[in-house]
């Protein structure tokens, strides 16, 4: 395997997710300029009662942590929150990836304003999720948007997938995801990725990783084939020196892989 025939890009975790994460976010981002960066948000949202679907930036701590209108207008004004639109205005000329989480109300009227939104940015945009049946949802509404899975295991005939619902695990036929990048998370060790990361691109799809968590994680993914990892501040800035490096070697004319890291 070879890495991809540009600079890694560095998805940085939930800093899209308020006014303060994409201020700190924005900052760490520039101290790597070896890299490529885009700004995640995780989009709940509300679509129903009175008014239009209202989708909002926030990571839930439950599946059923779900907050009403007036909860997050009022998180919006004191700044925890963030509209998706207000976001996106924000981030106006930066790559974003937008996470689909949970919401009350019609998911697809709350998926189709998510779509009309992610349309009028101006930058690129990726739609993520670990529900198989939002990212089947969001396709159908734009066959042209590009869409990303999480999952823990990835093998070319079957998928894990785990999302808020019912049955909480489920595998399902790898060539039915309606994706263009699978976005694995790390899970007991390398030796288990790099059979899913060849799989990935034997498949054509793009390889992602998440759950990078301590600053060696992250190197170790600069260094695999990957196109893109999520990073978080902390593990990000304690390993920048590292990580300056790996990217550094990814830029280099001769730079391959052929061995897990």
Partial sequence: ??????????????????????ERGVSL???????RHAHEADICWVAEGDGPPLLYTRHPHMMFDRLGRRA??????????????????????????LEMKIGKGDRKAALAELVRLAGQHDAPVLIDAFSLDLLEIVRSLSPDARLSVHTGLYAPDKTTITAPGWP?????????????????????????????????????LTPHMSRLLTPDELVEGARAPLAAIYADPEPYEAGLDALRAACAERLQPAATSDKAP
């Fill in 1 to 22: 395997m070879s890495y991809p025939p540009e600079a890694l890009e560095i998805l940085h975790h939930r800093s899209l997710n308020s006014p303060a994460a994409f």
């Fill in 72 to 97: 997050v207008e009022a998180g919006c004004r004191d700044g925890r929150l963030w509209r998706l639109d207000d976001a996106l205005a924000a981030a106006r000329g930066h790559s974003v990836v």
């Fill in 29 to 35: 981002a520039a101290r790597l300029p070896e890299a």
């Fill in 168 to 204: 909480l695990v489920t595998s399902v036929p790898s060539a039915r995801l309606p994706v263009n990048v699978i976005s694995l998370r790390l899970y007991g060790g390398w030796h288990r990725m790099w059979p899913q990361l060849e799989a990935v691109q034997a498949a054509g």
